[in-house]
Structures are given as structure tokens and as C-alpha cells.
């Protein structure tokens, strides 16, 4: 809690987000948005919350951006000029927004002081959750604990949002390659020619990326970190390579039909895991049951385990969603070379 | 010092998500909404990390836990309120959904009209 | 092995793997999709009739998620209220599903699976949020719901989709951000999320402006979900445009779930006397619900298109169920949570028979229903039903609601609801004497290719009824009108009485 860097960032935020709305050029836009998420992880880093912050960075700031521009490559690039006023939208828009400020600040007069330790939700529940995760569930990282095991259903139709807005993006821009479609102008970009140091470096990076996204998902109970964000890094491996080559690249040593059945495969475990505890005699989703499966282990360990075998999970479903999602944008839906 | 703090994070998250708001009503291009959507997203999350932050507090990861042996006595004072940060993790993750979603549709919407402005698109639909 | 204790978990847990059963399965071979479809909505739905056996005879359940007491774990908590909409949901569900094949197969076939995956989806999400008791897990399955509805919306061949889609999108993300916002509000005041915790500790904050803004807030997110006038610029066009079998599951439904939102976060987070009292008199928001009937019943008299002014109707019907809500007393209340029932089975008889008319005729604007009665006198038998229900004429089952409406307006002196109710039921007459006249009187459509048009009305038509899979829930759906006609009066006094807060 540095309140300088709170207060340096929270100033130069106000001026990006007006940016990236503001500009004419989306590819300007896509990339002050990404800079935007960037400082959005650093002040979320700032105040305490690093998994937050880490999930931001590699899902904002990155995949966020890559899809962004993914997109905008397939339309037009620029931001084109209004033939017609839109008084009435702007006017629309400005109530709107002013109306719903106002009562925003009116509620906000009412907070409890901020960063006490005394407001509501401290003293309220998550005491519990901070003085008994490593009694009930021996996993240090608070977030992980709440998030996998103590709320594990909410992660778990979390987990299934991503597995449908993959099947949302298959099912809405997929298509056989043949059929024409009407083309604007794009803007060929000189600067995408294939370069080998580029592809070297990020042949090298990859399996790098990988292992640490692998530690990421292991470690994520005594670090910050976790599945999604594990499973992000993983799935941000086979974009760089795509992005360095071509989607062809990636699509070989990872089809179409091996994403859908490994995002398929991840929320499976997470769902299975909790219905073998549903089948093992306790409520869904409850991990100390499966010890009487688990040799030796305790329920509180079982619950550890448990954690870790959503996680993974999690992580599995992750990557091939945003792989998915990136070769359906990229390629606008037929799968050929990509950007 | 303090305390003008404690205001300005509330006043920035409203600025914020009324830039927002304004951008997914007022602007005609299609992928300015969306950043407009996003960026109202992430200032409800800022709130919510707002509403977790603690003045002195660690990062809520249990100190001293890492190896085998006896963990003592945890002060819930010493760490960052957790709840909020798992609740805005599942917020991120459905905010890139949502774009994701978004996305696809834009272009689909250009692969049929041609265009991504709002206005053309409605002309050619009258 | 699985008791009925374990149901609550089981109605939401079966249709979750059988989306990724379906995926799957559909990577082998796309005919494996439908049966598993309807094997897990049936499952649902049982498991959904149980579980209300089981409240109506021993009071409300909770079942804990994780085995997590709450505020510290998730919980499910079923009373009279959200059985009964769990009931119709499913019900909904499986009918809608049965219906789905022939216009899914005619209108999307090379994406069944994909299909068939998010509309199970869909219908998780809609279960999901009924039954939960935790105000962010209802968040997660709202955006899951809106997530699968915006593709599923903008999956149809038909041009307009895509754009009616986006619109879906960027209104209702609005919608669900601002449920996200009040829901911060209420837990900074509280410091907990779970309903009933948060029963317990709000009475004391009830004065301060952040429990009354989370309240606005909250009901307008609420508001822009079940397309309350005038934030209901996004549902004509997204119900229009449609493929056939997504309209048919989300008409029905996505609207009466917020209502049911709405009306247990009245009821059972903030309280009554909070709701109609503290917070401001509650004769504003039937004023609004006022409008929004007028309104919508104006608009669809305005419409040349046949889906669209189904769409129209169903802002009006929102309107009811609002105005029902905000009425303060026990016949408006029980109004209200009739209506749901009856709506969700009107809306959704008459979509099918939109549907029918999509598939048979190729288009759904006026000239597309001439001479049906004739051509499908099953399928127009089943609709008059629907509209009567609509009209409000008995024994169907909306006159029913209407009348507890009526009851709980002239108890409450809200002359002006009264008024708007008896104008819609009229204008509903207009429209749907409107298009019987077409469907009954007019010669049959030009795709028949008679000569020189001199069709007459004695022209020997040949009966060409709609596919069974697709006729059988229409007559089901309109059976189901008149029975729940016939029995609203023990509908009322076994479940519905129950439903309505204690005080009324």
C-alpha cells in the first residue's frame, strides 16, 4: 500500500481509457487498452491483490490485446468519419453516465473508511477464511483456498463461461474454407514478413513458457497463481507461436478437433471431481470426502488434493478455450494461415 | 493525506466507468463499444479491490507456511481481505469472455454488412 | 449412493455434463446430440419435481455446495417460490428441447453440436440462478445464461442476427455489471454474500444511501434483464432474429427468471417493508409497469410482422408481472407469481406455433399465416388456446392471473394498473382476432402458385400439418394452459400462498 504509486496511477488511467476510446486508429486503440490493463495490474498489485493482478496481466494486457488486433486485422483499421450527427446518442450517453455517477458518489459517501481494518467486510467473514484455510484445507494462499475450495462452485461455472464463450466463438464465425465473403480494404501490414530471429527467440521461449505455466498451476498453493492463470500462460505459449509463424504452425501440432476435446476434457475433471465426491456420499464439490479413496490422506489433505486436481482442470480447459478463440478470430473462422 | 485518498479511489472508479458507460451508448463504432464495455468491467473491479485493500496489510498468502512445522497464531489485521480478489478473478475472467463473444459477433456482423459503424449498419438494415 | 437429499445439486450437475457429453458426442456423430439433450432435461426435470415435493411437504431446503456451512461456502436454497419457477423452468426446458430438432436441423445444420451444447447451457445458467442463494453465484450463472444467449442469438442464418445479437450484447452487459455493482455496494456495507446473512444484517443499514443506491442499482440491472420499458430496446429484435429453437427456450424464460430475481431480492434479501416502505413508496414503479403495458400493447398493434409482435407482447406481460410485484398486497403479489407460470407456457405456446409457421411458410410476417387454419388445424387450434390465454378469456390460465392482478389493483386504489390491465386484454383481443381472421378467412399463401390468384375460400386446401416432434409440445404446452386454468385455485393455495412474504 504505497500511496504514491496509487495515486500516480490512478491519475494516468483516467487519460488511457480516454485515449483508447478516443482515437481514430484501432490498432492505436487495441494497444493503449492493452496499456491500460497494464496499469490497471499494476495498481491491483499495488494494493494487495497479486492474483488478481497476475490474472489481469495475462489475460488483459495480453490475450485481451492479441485478440483485439487479431480482429481489427480481419475489418477495417480505421475508425471511419460520421456522415450523420449522433446528438441524440451522445446526449443519451451523457445522462446516462452522469445519472448513474451521481448516485455512485452519493453511495459512496457512505462507505466505511477505506483500507481500515475495521470496515464490514474484514471483520465479517473473510477472518474466518484467513484464520482457518491452512486448519481446514492446508493450502497457504487464501485466494486459492476461497476460490477452489470454499466458493469451488462458483469457479466451476466460471471455468464453464470460458468453455462457452469458446463453443460461442466456434459456433458464430467457423466456417469451411471456399465460400467468398465480401472484403473491406485491410491494411497489409509491411512489417509482418517472417523474420527468424523472431521465430527462433520464440520457438526457444515456448517450452519455457510452458514449464512455467505448468509451475504456475502446481505452485498455485503457495504462491500467487493458479489454474486460470496458469492455464492462460499456456495457451499464450501457442499464440506467440502462431503470431511468430502462422496459425498453420500451431493447428498442426494442435487441431481443431484436440481443442474442443481438451476443453471439454478440463471442465469434465472439474465437474467429475466433485460428482465423485457427490457419488462417495457427501454434497457436491466436497474434496474431504474423496479420502476414503485417496491412500493415505486425511480430509484436510484430501482437500488439498482436491484443489489441485480442479486446478489442473481449470488450467487444461483454459488453454484450449483461448487457443479456440484465438485461431477463430485470427483466422476469421476457416482455420487457414491466420495472421 | 489519507483521507483525500480514500475519496479519490472511489471518484476515479466512477469517472472510470462512466467513461465507460458513455462509450458503449454514445460511440458509433462497433469496437469502441466494446472497449467501452471493458473498460466498465475493470472499473467495478477496481472497486471491489478497493473495498479489499488494508492499510499495512501483506498480500493474503500465510507467512511462514511454506515448509513442514507449526504456523503461529495468523492476525487477520496482517493480510489483504481475500474474498474480493477471488470474486474479481471470476469477474476478469468473465469480462474476457464476454469480448471474446464480442468479438466473433463484429465480425461476423463485417463479414455480412461490410462495415463496423453503427449508423451504416442500421441504414442498411432499413 | 445419491439421495434426494443430494437433487438440489443433481438438477443443475446433470445438465452441466451433458454439455460436455453432448460436445463430445458430437465429435463422433451429430445424432448422438438430441437424445442426450432430452435425456439430461429429463432428469432435471424430475429431479426439479421432487425437490418441490419434497419443499411442499417439509418447508424450504438448503443444501451446501463444498459441504460449507454458509456465509462461508455457497448455498442452494429452494422455498415454495423458486420451486415452483425450477418446475417450470425445466419443464419449459424439455419441451422447448423435444420441439428443437426439425427447425435446428433445417436452420443450423452443420452446428448442432455447438448448439445444442450452449442451449443446455443456457438452460443450466436459468436453473443455476433460480436455485441459488448466494448473490455472486447468481452473477456467475447470469453471465453464463447471457453468454450462451448472445450466441445463441447470433447464430441464425438469417442477416439480422448478428447485429440484433450485439446490441443483446453491449445492453445487457450493462445489465449484469450493474447487478455485479449493487451486489459490491451491499458487501461493502455487510461484508457477506449470502442471502439470508444478508437478511440478518441489513435492517440496521437501511438509511444509509449505499443500501439504497445498491437497491437502484440493483433493480436496474435487474430491469434492462426482463426488458422493463423503456430499457427493452434490445428484446424485439433479438427474440425476432432469432433461430426458431432459441427463441422458443429463451422467450419464454430469460424474462420471467429476472422477475423471479427481482422479486426474491424484494422479498427475501432486502425485506418487504424495506422494499415498499424504506425505500420510497412503491407507487412509481407501477406507474412505470403502467406504461410499459401500454406501451408494449401499442407497439404490437403497430407491427406487421407476426414475431415481432410476440416480442412486443412480452414487454406488456413483463409489465404485469412488475406491476404485480409493486402492487404491496397478497392478490398482486400472487398475481405476479401466477403469471409467471402462465406466462412462461403462453409465450412459450406461442412461439411454437411462430416456429411452426417459420418452418412451414419460410418467413413469420402476417402474409405468411394465410388459410394455416385450414392447413394445420392442429397447430391453430393449439395457438387459439395460447391467444385466448393471452386475452385473458377462462378457463385458460391467464385469465386467471389477470384476475388476481385486477383483485390486488382495486385493493390498492392503483386505478391507473386496473385501467391498463383491461387495455391490454383488449388490444390483445384486436391482435389476435386480427390474425385468426387472417389464418381462418383468407385464402391460403401464394407459394401454392394458384392460378391468376383467384383462390377461393372453398379451394380444397391439403392438410399439411407440422412435423410431430414440433406439433406434440404445442399441444402439449396448450393442454397444460387449460389445465393450469382449471387448477389455479389449488395451485394457489398449495404453492403460491406460501411463496408470498409472511404479512400480507
Known sequence: MIWQIDLIVLALLVPCAMAAIALKDMMSAAITFGAYSFLMCLLWTEMGAVDVAFTEAAVGAGISTVLFIAAVHHSRRRVAKRRVGRIVFKLLGLSAAGAIGIILLWAASDFPEWASPDIPPSRHLSPYYITKTLEDTAVPNIVTSVLADYRGFDTMFETSVIFAAGMAVAMVLRRRRGREERTGRRVENGFARESPIIQTICRLLAPFMQLFALYVVAHGHHSPGGGFQGGVILGASFILLALAYDLDFVLKRLNEKWTLILANVGVLIYASIGALALLLGGNFLDYSVLSRILPATTPVMARSHGMLGVEIGVAITVMAIMVLIYANIASNGKYDKGL | ?126 | MIGPEQYPAVMIVVPLLAAFAINLAGLIDRRFCYPLLLLALGVAAAAALAVLGQVMRDGPISYRLGGWPPPMGIEYVVDHLNGLVLVVTCVVAFLAAVYSKRSVERELPDKIPYFYTLFILAVTGLLGMTITGDAFNLYVLMEITALTNYALIAAGRADRAPMASFTYIIIGTIGASFYLLGVGHLYIMTGSLNMADLRTILPELYTTHAVIASFIILLLGLWIKMAFFPLHGWLPNAYTHAPTATGCLIAPLVTKVSVYIMARLMFSVYSPEFSYRVFGPAEPVVWMAVAAIVAGSLMALAQKDFKKMLTYLIVAEVGYMVGGLWLANRYGITGAVLHIVNDALMTLCLFFTAGIVVYKMKGHAFTDLRGLFRKMPLTMAAFTVGALSMIGVPPTAGFFSKWYLLLGAIEAGQWGFMAALLFSSLINAVLFFKVIEIAYFEPCGVQHGHDGGQAAAHDVIAVDEAPFSMLAPLVLVSAALLAIGIYSGSLVTNIIQYAVPAGF
Open chain 2, 1 to 126: 493525506m489519507e483521507d483525500i485518498l480514500a475519496r479519490y479511489n472511489y471518484w476515479i472508479y466512477v469517472l472510470l466507468m462512466m467513461i465507460g458507460l458513455y462509450a458503449m451508448i454514445a460511440k458509433n463504432n462497433l469496437y469502441k463499444k466494446v472497449i467501452g464495455m471493458s473498460i466498465f468491467q475493470t472499473a467495478i473491479i477496481v472497486f471491489y479491490v478497493s473495498i479489499a485493500a488494508k492499510e499495512g496489510a501483506t498480500i493474503p498468502i500465510i507467512q511462514g507456511a511454506h515448509g513442514a512445522g507449526l504456523v503461529p497464531a495468523i492476525d487477520p489485521a496482517v493480510y489483504v481481505n481475500p474474498l474480493p480478489h477471488v470474486l474479481m478473478l471470476t469477474a476478469i475472467v468473465v469480462g474476457v469472455s464476454t469480448l471474446g463473444v464480442a468479438l466473433a459477433v463484429i465480425l461476423r456482423i463485417y463479414r455480412q454488412y461490410g462495415t463496423v459503424e453503427e449508423d451504416r449498419i442500421l441504414e442498411k438494415l432499413r
